[in-house]
């Protein structure tokens, strides 16, 4: 029996503009296991939280679905009707803490307005008043909160208790994936911390996969069983999250490790450097490898020939024209 809760599967996902469709999410295939994290990285720009629109299902122009699929417990949840998707799947088998998510909540109501709303748009009728209350008060104990925080508004919350708000709401129906975007952008160091222990909290008692989008290396190694590292619009490396952080393949992933400052004494050992150059205009990306602009190992095929997806071993590909031959134990 498949371990698979949720497959992507040359998932393209384009936003229009007056001046052509930006390539964000451009043949973007993953897995996600059962009771698993991953991370996402990469850096802003890359398509991680396009990414994660598309896989929720919940798109609307000017993103469009260009192609590819998301397959959530074996049904690709495009063939889904909107009603019945935003009804049985968004909250119930996928549920988000959107980017930017402590700015997301009316200021003007009260928490328990919004928990209301999201219990009536997915079980319209099922549950009393008393009842939302009695399972709100739960989970917000579960993260960390008095029941009293129901009664307030959004401005009357810290961050970090906004955050965990934002979470409660997000898990309340028991969802099997959560997609977490940046939820530790913004805070301290010591919520930062108080927020990865609550999403591993909830993984071990919801038994729950969470997909963990950053651009923070140090904060995903703390979490995520595996990384994958996007960049402009694909996937470039995806290994086990010791093996990526200590012997990163792909020379976009050794910048992008050499780049971060960090106090994490592992990790600031190595010399700290930049990338040079910049992205590319996802309108119009290069042909090739869409890293080779910037890349020092550049060969005349990575200028002119996309580099394919390479899977070796367990939970490891790699993209790149260097490796592509190695790692099928060819000689180069």
């Known amino acids: 029996m498949s371990n698979k809760l949720l497959e992507v599967i040359d ?43 598309l896989i929720t299902g919940i798109v609307e122009p000017p993103l469009y679905v260009m192609g590819g699929k998301v397959i959530i417990e074996g ?78 508004y959004p401005f009357e919350l810290s961050g970090g208790m906004k955050q965990r708000a934002v979470i409660a709401i997000s898990t309340l129906l028991n969802p099997k994936i959560l997609i977490a975007d940046e939820p530790t952008s913004a805070l301290d160091v010591s919520t930062q911390k108080a927020i990865l222990k609550l999403l591993l909290r909830l993984r071990e008692h919801l038994n729950i996969s969470i997909l963990f989008i950053t651009h923070d290396i140090a904060t995903v190694r703390q979490i995520a069983d595996r990384i994958i590292v996007m ?9 086990p999250t010791e093996e990526l952080i200590f012997d990163p393949h792909h020379p976009y992933t ?19 450097s930049g990338l040079p150059g910049a992205p590319p205009d996802l309108r119009n990306p290069p042909p090739g490898c869409r890293f080779a602009p910037r890349c020092k190992y550049k060969m005349d095929i990575c200028l002119e020939k996309e580099p394919p997806l390479v899977s070796y071993g367990d939970h490891s590909r790699i993209a790149c024209w260097l490796y592509e031959k190695k790692e ?5």
């Open 231 to 239: 960049y402009a619009g694909k996937i470039v490396e995806e290994r």
């Open 11 to 53: 998932l393209k996902g384009y936003w229009w503009t007056p001046t052509g469709y930006v390539k964000a999410v451009d043949n973007v295939s993953l897995s996600l296991d059962k009771n698993e994290i991953v991370g996402i990285v990469g850096e802003s720009g890359c398509g991680k939280t396009t990414l994660a629109k």
């Open 328 to 332: 099928r134990g060819e000689s180069t």
């Open 75 to 152: 049904i690709n949840i495009f063939e889904i009707p909107g009603k019945e998707l935003r009804k049985n799947v968004s909250g119930k088998l996928i549920s988000i803490v959107p980017q930017s998510s402590m700015n997301a909540l009316n200021p003007t109501r009260k928490i328990i307005d919004f928990i209301k709303d999201v219990v009536e748009e997915h079980s319209p009728g099922k549950y009393s008043e008393e009842e939302i209350v009695k399972m709100s008060t739960e989970r917000f104990e579960e993260v960390g909160l008095d029941k009293s925080v129901l009664d307030m």
């Open 254 to 272: 050794k910048g992008l490790m050499s780049s971060v400052l960090t106090p994490d004494p592992d990790i600031r050992k190595r010399k700290i």
